[in-house]
Every structure is written in C-alpha cells, then in structure tokens.
C-alpha cells in the first residue's frame, strides 16, 4: 500500500465528513435548497474519489505509473471538481462573483476524474 495515497485518501475523507455535517447544519441557514444540493453534491463526488484513493492504494506497490496518474487526476478532480461546488454554493454568501470564475472549472474536475478512471482501467488491462 502507499503512504501517500493512503494519507490522502485520509485528509480527503475527513474533509468530506466535515464538510458533509458543515452543509446539514449550518450552511442550511445562510444558502437556499438550489445551493445547499449542489454542496451535497461536492461532498457525494469527494466522497466516490476518496474511496476511490483508497482502491488505488492497493495497487500502488506495482509502481505502474497508470496508477501515479489515476491518483493525481483524482485528487485534482476533487479539488477541481468538488472545490468548485463548494464555492458555487457559497456565491450568494459572497460578496462578489465567484460564480463567473468558478463555475468553468467544475467540468475540467469532471475531466480528471474521467481521465483518472481510464488510467485505473488501463492499469488494470496492463496487470498480470
């Protein structure tokens, strides 16, 4: 197993529960229901590649660098991606508009993550 990856899937799991317990009790208050499912669903995205992070991990001792790139498009999908969502939901906490500089980046974290799985499947071609 990989420390890094491991670490990783860690911080980012953690981040999610927080986040997660974050939007159910607090942010409720201060965003409206449109806002507070599109947090819900940064957190259900960050939640899938974390697990995800943790699969790579077990295959992480074969040194295949498919599975280096799955991990490094999966953690810059979650940042991208989810990281997005979280600011998208808070644009009206806000003061000025973050929607207009956050909102394009969403679907380049969509495409790591795809790109992420597609390196986990050619890794998983390429194994004996």
Same mark, same amino acid.
Not at 12 to 18: D, M, W, Y
Not at 94 to 113: D, E, K, N, R
């Given at each position: 197993?990989?420390? /890094? ?6 911080? !980012? ?6 986040? &997660?317990?974050?939007?159910?009790? $607090?942010? /409720?208050?201060? *965003?409206?229901?449109? $806002?507070?499912?599109? =947090?819900?669903?940064? *957190? ?6 974390? #697990?995800?992070?943790?699969?790579? $991990? +077990?295959?992480?001792?074969? /040194?295949?660098?498919?599975? *280096?790139?799955?991990?490094? #498009? ?16 808070? /644009?009206?906490?806000?003061? $000025? ?7 394009? *980046? +969403? ?8 790109? &992420? =799985?597609?390196?986990? !499947? ?7």
């Amino acid at each position: 197993m990989n420390k /890094k990856i491991i670490l990783t899937a860690a911080f !980012f799991g953690a981040l999610a529960v927080i986040l &997660g317990a974050f939007g159910a009790h $607090s942010l /409720k208050n201060l *965003v409206d229901t449109y $806002s507070l499912s599109i =947090w819900q669903k940064g *957190v259900e995205y960050q939640f899938y590649h974390t #697990f995800a992070l943790l699969y790579l $991990s +077990t295959f992480a001792r074969y /040194k295949n660098k498919l599975i *280096v790139l799955a991990f490094t #498009f999966f953690t810059a999908g979650i940042l991208l991606f989810s990281g997005s969502l979280y600011l998208l939901a808070l /644009k009206d906490v806000f003061t $000025s508009s973050i929607a207009q500089y956050v909102g394009p *980046v +969403t679907p380049l974290g969509g495409l790591c993550f795809v790109i &992420g =799985w597609v390196c986990l !499947f050619l890794a998983a071609l390429k194994d004996k």
